[in-house]
């Protein structure tokens, strides 16, 4: 056997405990771990995990290219641009890193082109507390009604890094000119499952596009309510050296803030770049232009 798997929740999540992503892994073993990666909806544990930052990067490219640390971010942290320290930690008096995503949110949603997997490795993990939660959006989306699926499937949204709803989080006194709203379809297709799957936040959908306020706020209150429901949800208690690969393209995540000031965390953070979102009537629409 290749690895040993266990689910994690019966909706989403799955652990794999005796795999050591430092040691070359071949094309095969690879498939194998993607493949029970999409299997588990888009949550997947490596247990027991060592690694530096150049043996994180290099098993996140078997994911596909490497995105880069955003230029506006403040911290640093290492000296790969591709590595992001998210911490609370605080060294000589300074910050290492950001605690971020304390809200609902698919990584980079805000961008044209979003991440699409995300590896969070953990160095140094509280004894209790600071969990991340995962939900899962391909259920959120199958447990609507036809009626409200067939709406939404024509409607896109307005993703905003400086959303109202999470700008005040972010402690910025300004509105840069980086990160313009982007627009996304409603409803996904994942380009690897074909399997369509919510894609709106509360931390970065802020409109529907060509709806009245009144009415996307209430639609999109809905959809952030039903689409984070307990049941859709595994939250991930995390070990030190767990590495969690988590696909953005069908989850949404939040980072869980209830240890700041009592324990210190400290992770490091790698992503994907992923296609740009896809929504099915497009999927239809460019395949019928293909077939006439
Ligand atoms: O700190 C975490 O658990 C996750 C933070 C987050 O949302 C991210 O790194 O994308
Ligand atoms: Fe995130």
Request: proline share 7%; net charge neutral; aromatic share 10%.
């Amino acid at each position: 056997m290749m690895f040993e798997s266990a689910p994690l929740s019966p909706h989403l999540g799955v652990r794999i405990s005796n795999l050591d992503v430092t040691k070359p892994l071949s094309d095969e073993t690879f498939a194998a771990l993607r493949k029970a990666w999409l299997d588990a909806n888009g949550v997947l544990v490596l247990s027991n995990q060592t690694l530096t930052p150049p043996q994180q990067i290099a098993f996140s490219r078997r994911f596909g290219p490497m995105k880069h640390r955003d230029t506006h971010r403040a911290f640093e942290g290492v000296e790969h641009p591709e590595v992001v320290v998210v911490s609370n930690k605080v060294v000589d008096g300074k910050r290492l890193g950001r605690i971020s995503g304390v809200f609902w949110h698919s990584d980079s949603s805000y961008d044209v082109a979003p991440v699409s997997a995300t590896l969070l490795y953990g160095l140094e993990v509280p004894p209790a507390g600071g969990d991340t939660m995962f939900a899962n959006q391909y259920l959120a989306y199958d447990t609507l009604s036809p009626r409200m699926k067939t709406m939404l499937c024509e409607l896109k949204s307005v993703n905003d890094y400086y959303n109202p709803a999470t700008y005040k989080n972010r402690q910025q006194v300004e509105r840069p000119s980086v990160h313009p709203p982007v627009t996304h379809p409603i409803v996904r297709r994942h380009p690897e499952t074909s399997r369509d799957a919510l894609y709106i936040t509360r931390g970065f959908t802020s409109h529907i596009v060509g709806l009245p306020a009144d009415e996307a706020t209430a639609i999109l209150e809905f959809l952030f309510t039903h689409s984070t429901q307990p049941e859709f949800i595994y939250r991930h208690h995390w070990q030190r050296g767990d590495l969690v690969v988590w696909d953005n393209r069908c989850l949404q995540h939040y980072a869980v803030n209830d240890y700041d000031g009592i324990y210190t965390r400290c992770m490091h953070r790698t992503s994907v770049q992923g296609d740009v979102p896809v929504g099915p009537g497009e999927m239809s629409r460019a395949s019928q232009a293909v077939a006439a």
